[in-house]
């Protein structure tokens, strides 16, 4: 069994008196690929808030790296929703993904060259050299995620943790980035939150189903009957085949 | 306008008041930029009509109305901003109690001061032909700070205007910058105020930047173009207020609106072709 790199023990978390996390524990392993996923307003945001340090549980731990509380956070990278910021923010591709050396950068204004290449790196691993020079604006769902993976790979992060990533993409460009990250899983603990259980199921090594409380299966075991409890509405699955 | 040309060359009132729209132009291209970006033109109106309250006080105690101005605006920012992280979902109710009390404060004390109008009117309003030579070295050395600091801490604040929630996971104080931000943005406008006055300084600070960012792809860009257009604009306005001897502020103000409009419906034109 590979090292636990984040362990969540028996959290709570409430929004002023509703309660939002019931009794979470869920230890996760190094290397691992986990799907974190639940309907709207089940929690996932928040559970990724918790274990980034952005928020604080009101009942018991989260560790990270063997460290409780605050972020040890060159071990956590992170990629965000792409909503939160404005369309028209006048910055350039390249700029976004030198970003993530923000924390470690001493320079004034510019990044050093070994910045600049570790930045250039991650831009060819997620095939977006050719835009470094565009807008963010300007680009697609697919590609600003990218750029968004590019910017957490630059930290050099041991533990990548994705909101939505494929919220904004179509079908083919999802599947792009799922393979990608499946790819990168070999060497690195991926967590994916989502809530579309079907099309990650066919990724990830283990599912954590959440809705205030949460449940635990790894992949072969998912069942209409398990989706069912989750949604709290009958589901159909299609067995399908590519 | 040779008219204005031939006075230029003659006048050293009209020489102060261009040196006073470039130097202006500066800070104005900067902190405008950052104005536009992070959405905070209101917030900034508030921080700018707060400043009457400093200058009311330094005239009704007989010291300099500039350094009533660069107190008074350093402590309502760091106020606003502070108060604003702490009960963020009542930020206009809270820009708008500090905008109007500011401007009763400052004309209260006003008011207890003997003959106060028109000076009141030049700080309101902006009174550009009668800036002297300290004031354009009071500005001159709030330029070289503002630069100084933006220079130094560009990839902070760049990192978090654009995504704050990213930033502070990479361990970037957010806090600090925002309110950081803020007193520059403050010191900009005591930097501006004279130029146009505090009701017309949020004129200057957003629409040559958000003319400027309909033109650029990077903020150090977005810098330069919009203290060009802010330059142009605010010599322009002079230039054209000259001859029909019109008062100077608010016709660099509407320059500065019909320019903005301009672009707005000339890139509408472009993007439809």
């Known amino acids: 069994m590979n090292n636990v790199v984040i362990d969540i023990n028996d959290v709570s978390f409430n929004f002023g008196k509703v309660p939002v996390l019931e009794d979470i524990s869920l230890k996760i392993y190094e290397d691992e690929f986990i799907g974190i996923i639940g309907p709207n307003a089940s929690g996932k945001s928040t559970l990724l808030k918790l274990i980034l340090g952005l928020l604080e549980p009101d009942k018991g731990t989260i560790a990270k790296y063997n460290h409780e509380g605050k972020n040890p956070r060159n071990h956590i990278g992170y990629v965000p929703q792409h909503s939160t910021f404005s369309r028209d923010f006048p910055v350039t591709v390249g700029e976004v993904v030198m970003m993530g050396h923000i924390a470690r950068s001493s320079r004034f204004f510019r990044y050093n060259k070994k910045e600049i290449e570790l930045a250039k790196q991650a831009m060819k691993k997620l095939e977006i050299d050719d835009i470094e020079k565009r807008q963010v604006g300007e680009l697609s769902g697919g590609q600003l995620q990218r750029v968004l993976i590019a910017r957490a790979l630059v930290c050099q992060p041991e533990t990548l943790i994705l909101d939505e990533p494929t919220a904004n993409v179509d079908m083919r460009i999802e599947e792009d980035i799922f393979s990608l990250l499946k790819n990168y899983s070999e060497h690195m603990t991926i967590i994916v939150v989502s809530h579309d259980i079907a099309f990650i199921s066919g990724y990830v090594d283990r599912v954590a189903c959440l809705n205030r409380t949460l449940v635990c299966h790894n992949t072969e075991s998912i069942s209409g009957k398990m989706i069912e409890e989750l949604y709290d509405a009958p589901v159909k699955m299609i067995h399908h085949h590519h | ?273």
């Open chain 2, 1 to 273: 306008m040779s008219e204005f040309i031939s006075a230029l060359t003659e006048y050293t009132f009209l020489q102060n008041a261009v040196f006073a729209c470039l130097l202006a132009s500066i800070g104005c291209g900067v902190i405008g930029s950052y104005v536009v970006v992070k959405q905070i033109s209101f917030l900034t109106g508030g921080i700018a009509h707060s400043v009457l309250a400093g200058m009311g006080m330094a005239y009704f105690y007989n010291a300099s109305p500039m350094m009533g101005a660069i107190i008074a605006a350093l402590v309502s920012s760091i106020l606003i901003g502070w108060i604003n992280l702490r009960w963020k979902e009542h930020e206009d109710v809270l820009i708008a109690a500090f905008w109007s009390a500011g401007m009763a404060i400052g004309i209260l004390f006003l008011s207890r001061t003997p003959g106060y109008n028109v000076d009141l009117m030049s700080y309101l309003f902006g009174n550009i032909l009668l800036i002297t030579r300290s004031d354009l070295l009071l500005m001159f050395l709030l330029d070289l700070l503002v630069l100084t600091v933006v220079f130094v801490f560009y990839k902070h604040f760049l990192a978090s205007v654009f995504d704050e929630e990213f930033a502070r996971l990479r361990g970037i104080n957010t806090e600090f910058f925002y309110i950081l931000l803020l007193c520059l943005i403050s010191i900009t406008i005591v930097i501006l105020i004279q130029l146009v006055g505090l009701i017309m300084v949020i004129a200057l600070l957003t629409l040559p930047a958000a003319i400027a960012n309909q033109y650029v792809n990077s903020l150090h860009k977005m810098f330069l173009l919009s203290a060009l257009i802010c330059a142009v604009i605010s010599v322009a306005g002079v230039a054209i207020s000259y001859g029909p001897d019109l008062p100077t502020g608010s016709v660099i103000v509407l320059t500065a609106c019909c320019a903005y409009f301009s672009s707005v419906i000339f890139k509408q034109f472009v993007s439809n072709k």
